[in-house]
């Protein structure tokens, strides 16, 4: 229905993400260059962090949205800017925090997870607080026992609970937003889309013109997004689509879970590798974060989540080729 905005989205979106996957996928492969790479990502990712900090404590009501925070025109949606904190810094952060060998390591590291989470509050993400608990409980769960682990996720729970109660957002004309409903009003018509367009979908990034035809009954008579990425790929892009995503997303999830616990069967943090041992384990939660946020936030296109597979597909040929690479590079 809207060719020319696919072919604006094709050449200036999606041929930049598949250069980019590409060359992070072949080129971090050794094992320096993907400890380079992966700490690059993580400390500008603190860097954006240490923006939204101190822009959350600066701000005035008029540069915020609904009380929120946002960073440039890439990241300006407040919810794009928690879950891009969760997905390219908070597991890799927790796990070095855990794993660093010495006091003065560690202490540096707690700094940018504490930046991190500093920039999440301040982001009032209710999807991002999510994806903050299910990112930070799955660096625990190889951890810790099982009754430990689901005592911490009743105490998330509860957290998450009081964090959504005294973050409550204004909507610009000064009422607390109905965002659980409007999601709900969101998903219903995708939904739709999918059954009226099982095929084909109603068309690459047209939820939003398309909402109004498909809702029935809505809080808000107004254009809204799907708040998300798993409603956003069935309305938008429909069973042809969603054949390819789903999957992505499953074998991305299976496959980072066994490269984690690959990294921990080899000991290598004993070898003087703890520093790639923490950063393989990172992947997984990484991308359990941006799937529980993804939930409710409608960033599925953009980069954070194919940067992640990416690196995770990295991360499996270092795996391959461990014993030869290790060899020839080292870890220092």
Request: aromatic share 14%; glycine share 10%.
């Amino acid at each position: 229905s809207y060719p020319g905005l696919s072919q604006t989205f094709l050449f200036e979106v999606w041929l930049k993400i598949a250069l980019l996957f590409y060359a992070i996928a072949n080129l971090a492969a050794p094992p320096r260059a993907f400890r380079n790479y992966v700490s690059t990502t993580m400390w500008l990712t603190v860097v954006l962090g240490v923006m939204g900090v101190y822009k959350g404590f600066t701000a005035s009501p008029a540069e915020l949205i609904e009380g929120r925070v946002g960073i440039g025109q890439l990241l300006e949606d407040p919810n794009d800017y928690a879950q891009m904190l969760i997905a390219t810094g908070l597991p890799y952060l927790l796990n070095c925090l855990i794993m660093a060998p010495k006091k003065r390591f560690k202490a540096f590291f707690l700094v940018g997870f504490l930046i991190i989470c500093g920039g999440v509050y301040f982001a009032k993400s209710r999807g991002g607080f999510l994806g903050f608990a299910a990112g930070t409980l799955a660096v625990a769960q190889s951890r810790i026992s099982a009754p430990t682990l689901l005592l911490a996720t009743g105490a998330m729970g509860v957290g998450g609970a009081v964090l959504t109660l005294i973050t409550k957002r204004q909507s610009n004309v000064g009422e607390i937003d109905a965002s659980a409903q409007g999601r709900l009003d969101a998903w219903y018509s995708a939904t739709r889309m999918f059954l009226y367009n099982p095929l084909f979908g109603v068309g690459l990034q047209t939820f939003v013109p398309n909402y109004l035809s498909y809702a029935v009954d809505p809080a808000h008579w107004k254009p809204v997004d799907t708040h998300s990425a798993w409603f956003k790929i069935i309305g938008e892009l429909g069973l042809l689509g969603s054949i390819f995503f789903f999957p992505l997303i499953f074998f991305s999830l299976l496959r980072s879970y066994q490269l984690g616990k690959w990294a921990k069967e080899q000991r290598l943090s004993e070898k003087g590798e703890w520093y790639t041992e923490a950063l393989l384990r990172s992947i997984f939660p990484a991308l359990v974060g941006w799937c529980v946020s993804g939930t409710f936030l409608s960033n599925c296109y953009s980069w954070f989540i194919y940067i992640q597979i990416a690196i995770l597909i990295a991360g499996l040929t270092l795996m391959e080729n461990w014993p030869s690479a290790s060899e020839a590079t080292t870890s220092r």
